[in-house]
Nanobody, 131 residues
Framework: EVQLVESGGGLVQAGGSLRLSCAASGFTFADYTVGWFRQAPGKEREGVSCISRMNSDDDTYYADSAKGRFTISSDNAENTVYLQMNSLKPEDTAVYLC??????????????????????WGQGTQVTVSS
């Protein structure tokens, strides 16, 4: 059974940092495309970052709002994907969720960017950034 558990959220002041974790069980992360999404109250779920599993390496992609501030990484030995978030802004406040889809060797920023592309989700972790 595919299970994803996010952690690392919390309350932080603007300009601060958080590192979110997405721990997997029941499958091997390296065999799946991984996406981080967020959903703020009253807003649609949106893509933040994703990892494309390619032949020799992983490619990473970011939403424009995350570029230069967020970094996605994968620790295959720990079967965990991280989202390092720096220079946080109040508009980053949302529930952050990770998701996986067993389709690889695809540019996730094009083929697997929408939340509807993913069939396995974690429960989410709340990130609140105060001004």
């Amino acid at each position: 059974e595919v299970q994803l558990v996010e952690s690392g959220g919390g309350l932080v002041q603007a300009g601060g940092s958080l590192r979110l974790s997405c721990a997997a069980s029941g499958f091997t992360f390296a065999d799946y495309t991984v996406g981080w999404f967020r959903q703020a109250p009253g807003k649609e779920r949106e893509g933040v970052s994703c990892i494309s599993r390619m032949n020799s390496d992983d490619d990473t992609y970011y939403a424009d709002s995350a570029k230069g501030r967020f970094t996605i990484s994968s620790d295959n030995a720990e079967n965990t994907v991280y989202l390092q978030m720096n220079s946080l802004k109040p508009e980053d406040t949302a529930v952050y969720l990770c998701a996986v889809e067993r389709r690889t060797h695809l540019d996730c920023s094009y083929y697997l960017w929408g939340p509807y592309e993913y069939s396995n989700w974690g429960q989410g972790t709340q990130v609140t950034v105060s001004s």
